[in-house]
């Protein structure tokens, strides 16, 4: 298993059902905007039912083999509310769930890696379309269609790091020296 990619497991009664928020599987949420959407309603929701509502969609689009509502619990629509339904063994795996799918979307959509020196930060995304990702993948990495739709989007990054390294801008302070800088000059600043 391939954590560090975002590959993770669940078992239950003797049945493991594995989970890997690869290209191919987050495509199975919906279009390219849809699964920004559902991300971004995700991240921002307030409604505990709604997030998990969400979240079981995506562990579902990113395991192997289906998810058994008797583990999972599911949702359904009572009195014009949104309600979970608690999974009939008893034990609450409502707030793990939710954990699972948040680990599915950060190594999916956005890539779990450290930000480099010289990245400047992006705009917002509208959309993610995996099989631009997946074309990248194939092209710029020389990988079958197959080993392409099987990369995470923490594994491409870093994949794409280790074949293209940025090269440091000598005339451009990095962001870490940016920020002392700015440090530097506000606190001079207030001095005066």
């Known amino acids: 298993m391939l954590l560090a990619y975002g590959h ?9 059902y594995s989970l890997a928020p690869t ?4 495509a199975k949420i919906g279009s390219p905007s849809e699964i920004v959407d559902d991300f971004k309603s995700f991240i921002s929701s307030i409604n505990p039912v709604y997030k998990f509502n969400i979240a ?15 583990f999972t619990g599911r949702t359904v629509f009572m009195s014009g509310k949104l309600k979970y339904v608690q999974p009939a063994h008893g034990v609450n795996v409502f707030s793990d769930i939710i954990t ?17 020196d ?27 269609r197959e080993e392409a739709q099987n990369l995470t989007m923490t594994e491409f ?12 801008d000598k005339d451009k302070p990095s962001r870490s020296e940016e920020k002392d800088m700015l440090a530097w000059y506000f606190d001079k600043d207030k001095a005066h």
Request: charged residues 30%; contains cysteine; hydrophobic residues 40%.
């Open 8 to 16: 993770a497991k669940i078992e239950w009664q003797g049945v493991t």
């Open 23 to 26: 290209f191919a599987n987050i």
């Open 56 to 70: 079981l969609s995506v562990l579902r689009a990113c395991c192997d083999r289906d998810l058994p509502e008797a």
């Open 100 to 116: 699972l799918a948040e680990h599915c979307f950060i190594h999916g959509v956005c890539g779990k890696v450290e930000q480099d």
């Open 118 to 144: 010289n990245e400047k930060d992006g705009e917002p995304l509208k959309e993610f379309d995996a099989y631009a990702f997946m074309e990248m993948s194939r092209v710029h990495l020389g990988m079958s």
């Open 157 to 168: 990054i870093r994949m794409m790091r280790a074949k293209f390294p940025e090269q440091k």
